[in-house]
């Protein structure tokens, strides 16, 4: 009698090196920009940035940085 041996598929997405590259470049790109702006904000307003100007590039920064460590995470833990 023969019988088929069959391994368990393995149904779980693996993640690939590109996911984590996009995750960290699209955190570089939200960190810089946010960056950028506020320098070029404050240059265009002669040293005075609005409080709304201000807030947005905060959250450009924050989100870029959470991005960063989230592709840290990802890649740490391959």
Known sequence: ??????????ITPHETKSD????????NVAFTLG???ALLLLIA???E???QALTGMLI???I????????????RGR
């Not at 984590?20 to 470049?25: F, N, T, Y």
């Not at 870029?64 to 890649?75: C, F, K, S, T």
């Open 1 to 10: 009698m023969i019988f088929a041996v069959n391994e368990p598929e393995d």
């Open 20 to 27: 984590v590259e996009a995750i960290r470049a699209g955190g």
């Open 35 to 37: 960056v950028a702006l």
């Open 45 to 47: 307003n002669d040293g």
């Open 49 to 51: 940035l609005p409080d």
């Open 60 to 62: 450009f920064a924050v």
């Open 64 to 75: 870029g940085i959470g991005l960063r460590i989230e592709a840290a995470i990802r890649e």
